[in-house]
């Protein structure tokens, strides 16, 4: 029985933090498109969107120059 339910454990929580992640697909004004690993974290002092693209490079985007934030 303990054989078991330590594996058993370990397999929910790697899939609860699984689930945790959003990528998401940022679309700009001028039509590019930008992914992001996570959903993008607003800052209401800057009035920008912060967020990690794919490559691993933080960016920050002002709000005046995205039209949409999906998720993928």
Request: proline share 4%; with cysteine.
């Given at each position: 029985?303990?054989?078991?339910?330590?594996?058993?454990?370990l397999?929910?929580?790697?899939?609860?933090?699984?689930?945790?992640?959003?990528?998401?697909?940022?679309?700009l004004?001028?039509?590019?498109?930008?992914?992001a690993v996570?959903?993008?974290?607003?800052?209401?002092?800057?009035?920008?969107?912060?967020?990690?693209?794919?490559?691993?490079?933080?960016?920050?985007?002002?709000?005046?120059?995205?039209?949409?934030?999906?998720?993928?």
């Open positions: 029985m303990k054989k078991l339910l330590l594996p058993a454990l397999l929910g929580a790697f899939a609860t933090l699984a689930g945790c992640s959003t990528p998401s697909l940022i679309t004004n001028d039509g590019r498109e930008i992914q996570d959903a993008p974290h607003f800052d209401k002092d800057s009035g920008f969107y912060e967020f990690q693209q794919l490559d691993g490079k933080r960016t920050r985007i002002n709000r005046d120059q995205v039209r949409t934030i999906s998720d993928l």
